[in-house]
């Protein structure tokens, strides 16, 4: 089966492209970016501040299992409905620096569309850091598991 | 069977993780490595060990120095490194073409 979310990182490149079709209207797609309430939905975060406009920022805030708190933040520069969002973006406290993502919105058909996210790092080392960040995190979740199943048979 | 636990074991320590993801970006010396952490620099020293027994990093001779850097044939028989992230992007976008149907279904 065909992948419908792809990824094409190449070796030693300070970029991404993360791509995905929807069978949806461009403009649903679009507003699934615009509107906090559908944000905090799928991204499964609190938006604290999302301003859709030219200049306008935003912060979102995740919960993790464990209660602690981590934040999002980043200005958009471009805002051009069904179209285009170019915007930065940056995780609070920790080493990965900004990113710079552009988001184009394509209109495949009345009911498809395309989502197009490039996605550019300070630097090779920060991107391979952030894209390693899942692979930990599962790592880690694993291993409290394990840690759990252990427990519980003492 | 037991070296390919031996892998997983090695992996489930998270100052073993970090090395990994340290070294994931260029090759270190072990005193460069140590000072990434509060640990002793002999506790470091040994979790560069087990890493190192298990082939999940190789030794290079520079001049005087020992270089450290990660074996990325072992490092793909674990997991594709790429692939939770994608998995990760994945599931959104499977959240929001869910959220986003409903939506259309409710105008």
């Not at chain 1, 501040?49 to 200005?75: C, I, M, P, W």
């Not at chain 1, 406290?93 to 197009?116: C, H, I, K």
Request: aromatic share 8%.
């Amino acid at each position: 089966m065909e992948q419908k979310t792809k990824i094409n990182a190449q070796d030693g490149k300070q970029d991404l492209v993360i791509t995905r079709e929807f069978d949806l209207p461009v403009d649903l797609l679009f507003k699934a970016y615009a509107e906090p309430g559908v944000v905090e939905q799928w991204m499964g975060t609190k938006v604290l501040k999302l301003e859709s406009r030219k200049h306008g920022s935003y912060q979102f805030e995740t919960t993790d299992a464990k209660g602690s708190k981590y934040r999002f933040n980043g200005v958009i520069h471009e805002f051009s409905p069904n179209r285009k969002i170019t915007r930065t973006f940056e995780m609070e406290n920790t080493p990965f620096g900004v990113q710079l993502e552009l988001l184009e919105f394509e209109q495949l058909t009345d009911q498809a569309s395309r989502l197009n996210m490039h996605v550019i790092y300070e630097s090779p080392a920060k991107r391979d850091q952030v894209l390693q960040l899942p692979f930990a995190q599962g790592i880690n979740m694993a291993h409290n598991r394990l840690q759990d199943i252990v427990s519980k048979l003492k | 069977m037991n070296l390919r636990r031996d892998v997983f074991q090695a992996i489930a320590d998270p100052t073993r993780r970090a090395i990994l993801l340290l070294l994931a970006s260029q090759a270190m010396t072990a005193g460069a490595i140590a000072s990434n952490f509060d640990t002793a620099r002999p506790t470091v020293s040994k979790h560069l060990q087990i890493l190192t027994r298990c082939d999940l990093l190789e030794q290079e001779q520079n001049g005087r120095e020992i270089y450290y850097h990660l074996n990325s044939e072992k490092m793909k028989e674990i997991a594709d490194f790429i692939e939770p992230f994608r998995k990760m992007w994945d599931d959104r976008f499977n959240k929001l073409e869910t959220i986003m149907k409903k939506y259309k279904a409710k105008k």
